[in-house]
Each structure stands twice: as C-alpha cells, then as structure tokens.
Nanobody, 115 residues
Framework: QVQLVESGGGLVQPGGSLRLSCAAS????????MGWYRQAPGKQRELVAQ???????NVADSVKGRFTISRDNAKNTVFLQMNSLKPEDTAAYYC?????????WGQGTQVTVSS
C-alpha cells in the first residue's frame, strides 16, 4: 500500500501562485511515476502533470509554462508549483502514484482562484 498526503491548496487571486505538495509513504520502492490531476465541478478528472522516478515530466498543454512539477526523492515528495493562476484552474487537485498495475490517490486539496 501507498499513502499519499497532499497539502498546499487554498484561495488565491488571479495571477497568484501556490505550491502543492504530495508526500508518499508506505510501499514506495517500486513507484514508477507520480502525478497531479484535477477535477472541477461537473467535469472529468484530468491530468495536470506527471513525473517519473528518473525525472522525466509531462505537463498538460493548458498549464504548460505556468505549472512545474518536481520531486524530492529523499523526502518521497512531489511538488506542483503553480504560477499565473487563472479562475479556470479552480478545482480539487489530486496526487496519484503508480506502482506496477496499482494506482493510488490522495484525498485531494482544493485550489480556488478568485478575486
């Protein structure tokens, strides 16, 4: 089992920044990649960004140039730096870890972008 705990969400004005963190614990040795997804009310959950154990990243076009995903392997933590936030970035953000054929999700953290 892998446990994921997200933090860092909140309310921010348009143009502002937030940094999300996802700390992994448990059976983390074989995690192949971790990522961030988001889900707005009435919409499907979508990939925001993901990063492999080797550091390769994949970022959604909608956030490219504004969001950056990174990881601290020593702390088993993945970060999502979100800059130039827009109201359309408002959503619940979820951390995901994949280990073999198993996927694990965090409980989610709310990001609200509003003036």
């Amino acid at each position: 089992q892998v446990q994921l705990v997200e933090s860092g969400g909140g309310l921010v004005q348009p143009g502002g920044s937030l940094r999300l963190s996802c700390a992994a614990s448990g059976s983390i040795a074989s995690i192949s990649f971790m990522g961030w997804y988001r889900q707005a009310p009435g919409k499907q959950r979508e990939l925001v960004a993901q990063i492999t154990t080797g550091g390769s990243t994949n970022v959604a076009d909608s956030v490219k140039g504004r969001f950056t995903i990174s990881r601290d392997n020593a702390k088993n933590t993945v970060f999502l730096q979100m800059n130039s936030l827009k109201p359309e970035d408002t959503a619940a953000y979820y951390c995901k870890a994949v280990r073999g054929r198993e996927a694990y999700w965090g409980q989610g953290t709310q990001v609200t972008v509003s003036s």
